[in-house]
């Protein structure tokens, strides 16, 4: 790990978790030893628009850098000042980040979890999408299988349907929302 990298994240049961919005900000994290990253969204708003967005993001430039000449990329590893034999490694041998990605923030159904996976993240975190709503253990616990199923669209709609109402969504365009995804970690 480089000397000038540095987190003020949280260590615990053997990790580094960190957050990210970006191909770049992900790389970085796991030069600083991140081994968990968070793919952030807006907690406690109940809209998953924004981790969506950061998702498909890192999943894009991904994609992008997996077509690239070993030039390229050299080019786009000099540009975000990361390694370059990180950058390979992501994009050319793994097609991934080389740690387990998840998605929190606003995820707040089972169709909101499924999503996160189909997008290509490894799980998802859930807080207050889920604890806001009608009824917080039957979500919960349809967010399970949700994640295992997530492209079995009948398991989806048989675990979706009779849920009590959603938590109350935040409007993020209002002008005193705080972004908590624009903060540092």
């Keep these: 790990m480089e000397s000038r990298c540095y987190s003020r994240s949280f260590r615990g049961m053997g990790g580094l978790l960190v957050g990210c919005r970006d191909l770049g900000e992900a790389l970085r994290r796991v030069c600083e030893g991140a081994t968990m990253i968070r793919t952030k969204g807006e907690a406690g708003t109940g809209n998953v628009v924004e981790v969506v967005r950061h ?30 034999d990180l950058v390979m490694q992501t994009t050319k041998q793994l097609g991934r980040l080389p740690v387990v990605q998840f998605a929190t923030g606003g995820v707040a159904t089972p169709a909101d979890a499924a999503l996160m996976m189909q997008l290509g993240c490894d799980g998802v975190s859930v807080g207050s999408g889920i604890f806001k709503s009608g009824d917080p253990a039957r979500r919960a616990r349809a967010i399970v299988p949700a994640v295992t199923h997530y492209s079995d669209p009948e398991i989806l709609a048989d675990v979706s349907s009779g849920l009590r109402e959603a938590m109350v969504g935040i409007n993020l365009s209002a002008p005193k929302v705080e972004r908590y995804a624009a903060r540092s970690e």
């Design 55 to 84: 998702v498909r993001s890192v999943m894009w430039d991904i994609r992008v850098l997996r077509n690239m000449d070993g030039d390229e990329v050299f080019a786009y590893a000099k540009c975000i000042a990361m390694p370059y």
